[in-house]
């Protein structure tokens, strides 16, 4: 038994892929593949191999909802828990956030950016409008903190060095 949390990316081809039965680890000293539970069903991978080909976007959606449907009725994992994630964002300042899935999805909890490749300041808000970037400001100070440091410590190691010689 084991707990987990994962999100996936635009594309389920990896999380489909980690179990297929090719990802199982090998039988003489289990290493190897990624699964996450052992499983392995041929009409599974059938149908991976079918999607990982498949061209046309709705054929594809409708061979991974199968392929979904098929590992969850194979209840080789037990959801104990689907987080139900809060998201708030300046809707008087950005929109057209991009959502997975596109009705009803999420913004921030995506594998990756995708929710904000689409981002758009709202017309006449005063979003970054001659405000000072606190990111740049803490950057800067970062920067300025590990480039002293790496002064003072250069310095002290050449006056060990000479109190050598």
Not at 93 to 102: D, I, Y
Not at 109 to 118: D, E, K, R, T, V
């Amino acid at each position: 038994m084991y707990f987990s949390g994962w999100s996936v990316n635009p594309d389920p081809d990896y999380q489909l892929g980690i179990n297929t039965c090719f990802n199982l680890p090998t039988k003489t000293d289990g290493t190897g593949g990624t699964t996450q539970d052992g499983y392995c069903n041929e009409e599974f991978d059938k149908l991976y191999n079918k999607q990982h080909s498949e061209m046309d976007e709705t054929k594809r959606q409708e061979l991974v909802q199968q392929m979904l449907a098929q590992n969850y009725e194979d209840t080789v994992q037990v959801a104990t828990w689907y987080a139900n994630g809060l998201e708030a964002y300046r809707s008087d300042r950005f929109t057209n956030f991009g959502l997975m899935p596109k009705e009803g999805g999420i913004i921030a909890n995506q594998a990756g950016y995708w929710g904000f490749l689409s981002v758009e300041r709202v017309e006449g808000s005063t979003a970054g409008g001659g405000a000072v970037n606190t990111g740049l400001v803490v950057a800067g100070v970062v920067v300025g903190v590990v480039v002293i440091a790496g002064v003072v410590v250069f310095l002290l190691r050449r006056r060990k060095i000479s109190d050598v010689e």
